[in-house]
């Protein structure tokens, strides 16, 4: 296997310290991304798709990146580095909002990784200052009878997330709110960025409910204490605050995210662990039990509960008339 712009050297006798693994990850993840699809072994190479985008499910904008890292973790970056690149209905690319073209792009992404034995692990992160801003609300104003079709299928990724095959562990390099904010919680483990970015739901704020599965997610990943702060009157939390809440693994300076997550994936994946069908079945099969209450809520179509996105009245930056 071939590590993205990683020379292989002899394997030293004992670990290097994490934190040298880290920065060494990280630099291999640097060099992935600059050398592009012809020196990196790609797994998941979705190419911009040049038809129409005003149907709503798809984009011109190449979405997603994943490349192999140190031959078993694949490293997905949610592209968007320009703030000048939006959709047809006028969304940034760079707020990664959650709307059928990223849904696509990553449900893609993970297929992809399940189909190749090496993988192990998954890890995401994103470009810019946002991991993800929510719901697409633009998309739902241009689209307000699909909003219950948005939101089943934001639900359906969140669950799959939540009790994937494979290790899953964000690298959030900046802001994860709202439903961006349980996109995160769905991961197995979160390092974030300290030095920009929050985390919070502002539902009440947007004159929107959270879902029965949306609700049950969110109460599974963070400690009872929160609840009422968070769920209820959409505190916002620093990535230091949410490190002492246990909420992320590490609150990390910026340049240390990525490397400091890989270094985990690395960590979990030794010695041959999660590289089986039986390896991967089992571990779906420990999330499923351990988070029953969620998935089943996320998943059940009899349970569904819209929001009220097609109710909602938005601004021209994606804001609530609220």
Not at 248 to 260: E, I, M, N, S, Y
């Amino acid at each position: 296997a071939r590590a993205c712009g990683v020379s292989h050297l002899r394997k030293p006798l004992r670990k290097p310290p994490r934190q040298q693994r880290a920065g060494r990850l990280a630099a291999a993840a640097a060099a992935a991304a600059s050398a592009g699809a012809s020196t990196c072994d790609v797994i998941s190479p979705l190419a911009p798709i040049t038809t129409t985008a005003m149907s709503g499910d798809r984009s011109p904008h190449q979405l997603v990146d994943t490349q192999i890292v140190e031959g078993r973790v694949a490293l997905v970056t949610l592209l968007g580095a320009s703030n000048d690149d939006k959709f047809a209905w006028g969304t940034r690319v760079c707020e990664h909002r959650i709307n059928p073209p990223l849904i696509n792009a990553v449900n893609a992404t993970l297929d992809a990784a399940l189909e190749r034995p090496a993988i192990a692990a998954v890890v995401v992160t994103g470009q810019g200052k946002f991991f993800s801003n929510g719901m697409d609300l633009r998309w739902l104003d241009t689209y307000p009878d699909r909003a219950d079709e948005l939101q089943r299928a934001a639900e359906s990724l969140l669950a799959r997330i939540l009790c994937f095959n494979l290790p899953t562990i964000a690298a959030i390099n900046g802001h994860f709110c709202a439903a961006g904010a349980m996109l995160g919680l769905a991961f197995d483990f979160r390092y974030m960025n300290k030095d920009k970015g929050l985390f919070f739901v502002p539902a009440v704020d947007l004159g929107l409910t959270y879902s029965p599965g949306m609700t049950a997610l969110m109460q599974a990943k963070t400690p009872v204490h929160m609840h009422n702060d968070m769920i209820v009157f959409g505190k916002r939390y620093t990535a230091t605050e949410l490190e002492h809440e246990r909420v992320v693994v590490q609150a990390c300076p910026t340049d240390q995210v990525l490397g400091k997550a890989l270094a985990r994936a690395q960590d979990l994946t030794a010695n041959g662990r999660f590289g089986t069908a039986k390896y991967r079945q089992t571990l779906h099969n420990i999330k499923r039990n351990t988070y029953e209450r969620a998935q089943s809520a996320l998943f059940d179509p009899s349970n569904f509960q819209g929001m009220g996105f097609g109710e909602g009245d938005w601004d021209e930056h994606g804001r609530s008339k609220l």
